[in-house]
């Protein structure tokens, strides 16, 4: 087969792997280098780099509204193109150049989360189960029938980052198995997605990291997993901003003002929610590194 890859951040790396195993990924589509870093410079995404180590050519297009880029991936002659996390909405005149069309790695068990942010999304609502969908791609978002499918547990006190790495993982692992059976010339039956259960998964913005203390501690809890790594929750804890890296939430009642400090000691920082306790394990401070609270409390004297 001649597949054409497109994907962009480290999740779509391990994908990446999977589909050149035989060597049959002809080109690489990756979102242009943008500035980062302090000197702003410009940055390849992870998936370019990973494309330029095993030699594969990269195209880098703003975008498909011009029949030259279009021009472009059609003289690849694709007969599958895969798509992970790219960044780009591919319109029906790209869709329908590969003769299998485009398949989408999702982060999801779609219906449910389709967007931008599954992962912290579903850890945010409290989600017991994920997975990772390989859906035939259509002009909606996320819209497609679904190929092939692989669902995972959330752990109780799993992260955003942790989830993000098992489901890059377990994406490749369906993704594989879906080109086996392209391979073997048995096309995975596409199975439409239920109109019921639909949820949309927002894009991630940094104001979102500000906890609200009359939210229920349950809630906060949530988030604090969902946003680490990025966007961090925060919060002001006893006068002084944090960043919360980990918290749990306790079912106390109290009858003190959300966001009062009702405890300090080596298990946590113990603040008071609109319903519950959140209990603050690990924190930044500014400029500083994720402690413990016991550590944190060591510099912190008037709390104790």
Known sequence: MRIVFAGTPDFAVPCLRAASQR???VAVYTQPDRPAGRGRGL???PV????LLRGIDVFQPENFKSAVSRDALRALQPDLMVVVAYGLILPQSVLDIPTHGCWNVHASLLP???GAAPIQRAIEAGDSESGVCLMQMEKG???GPVLLSQSLQIGEHETGGQLHDRLSTLGAQVLADGLGL???DIRPVPQPQPTEGVTYAHKLDKAEARLDWTQPATTLANKVRAFNPWPMAEAVVAGERLRLHGAVALDEHHGAEPGSLLRAGRDGLDVACGAGVLRIRVLQREGGKAIT??????????LR
């Open 23 to 25: 060597n049959e990924v």
């Open 43 to 45: 940055t390849p995404s």
């Open 48 to 51: 370019k780099r990973e494309a």
């Open 112 to 114: 449910r989360w389709r």
């Open 141 to 143: 978002l996320d819209t």
């Open 182 to 184: 392209l391979r073997a």
């Open 293 to 302: 609270a016991a550590d944190y409390l060591n510099g912190r004297p008037d």
